[in-house]
């Protein structure tokens, strides 16, 4: 692994994690075929990332695991770092402190990312270059972009859980994105979620098919109780 300089691990709020598990790729294949709605009802509708955190892009979808970074406003430097932790199949999620000032992840580092494999970026903040990041087919998750650059004074961790958009997500959890927003899946739990949102899946189908007889949608039950779970 090469080694950036300027970035020795000072403890924290400047450090990297040792390595760290990812979710089976064949639970994240699973997971990838469906819905992110869908997804974070089988979690009781967590899991979901605020709506501000949107694709920066038409179409932009990804799935993967996370690779965690957590960067002060405006400085991008720790996210370099976290590219030499990258394996195929990550998804890098950073938490940007919400920050639209200066963008943190741009055109030269998609394409460097991309060609480790990396499938993806999700970001509470802002990035720039979208035209190029479309046409690379690299999916960016954000609150915007800005045409400013970051700073690069180095602070920050890699590998340690993070909040993004209003979710904590965790190095090697699954992450999944798509025209309605991004959802976290602990790792742990991935391989119960993926079973819990295939049920859903298809009693949703069930459901469309009432839903185009114009039958009812909701199932009977106590005056005033709670519909938890119903469908939208």
Same mark, same amino acid.
């Given at each position: ?20 598990? %990812? ?6 294949? $699973? ?15 967590? #899991? &979901? ?5 949107? /694709?920066?892009?038409?179409? *932009?979808?990804?799935? +993967? ?24 199949? =990550?998804?890098?999620?950073?938490? +940007? ?14 394409? %460097? *990312? ?10 509470? #903040?802002?990035? %720039?270059?979208?035209?190029?990041? !479309? ?11 800005? $045409?400013?650059?970051?700073?690069? !004074?180095?602070?920050? !961790?890699? $590998? ?5 958009? +209003?979710?904590?997500? @965790? ?5 999944? @994105? =798509? @025209? ?7 790792? *742990?739990? &991935? ?12 009693? !949703?189908?069930?459901?469309? &098919? ?10 009977? #039950? /106590? /005056?005033?109780?709670?519909?938890? +779970? #119903?469908?939208?």
């Amino acid at each position: 692994m090469r080694e950036v300089p300027g970035l020795a691990d000072a403890g924290p709020g400047a450090r990297t994690a040792p390595p760290w598990a %990812r979710a089976d790729p064949r639970t994240v294949e $699973g997971l990838r075929a469906l819905p992110a709605t869908t997804v974070a009802d089988a979690m009781h509708r967590l #899991g &979901a990332m605020d709506g501000g955190i949107r /694709p920066l892009w038409p179409g *932009a979808r990804l799935a +993967g695991t996370a690779l965690t970074v957590w960067v002060r406003s405006g400085d991008n430097l720790r996210i370099h770092h976290a590219l030499d932790h990258a394996r195929p199949g =990550d998804v890098v999620v950073v938490n +940007g402190q919400g920050s639209l000032a200066h963008a943190l992840f741009g055109e030269l580092m998609a394409t %460097r *990312a991309h060609a480790l494999g990396v499938v993806g970026l999700v970001v509470d #903040g802002a990035v %720039r270059d979208l035209a190029p990041l !479309e046409r690379l087919g690299f999916a960016v998750f954000g609150r915007g972009a800005s $045409g400013n650059g970051p700073g690069k !004074e180095g602070t920050g !961790e890699v $590998g340690y859980p993070v909040a993004c958009g +209003g979710v904590v997500c @965790g190095a090697g959890d699954v992450v999944l @994105g =798509d @025209g309605d927003g991004v959802v976290v899946v602990p790792r *742990a739990d &991935a391989p119960a979620v993926l079973e819990a949102a295939r049920m859903l899946c298809a009693r !949703e189908a069930v459901l469309r &098919a009432q839903a185009r007889e114009g039958r009812p949608l909701l199932e009977p #039950g /106590p /005056p005033g109780g709670p519909q938890d +779970g #119903g469908p939208t």
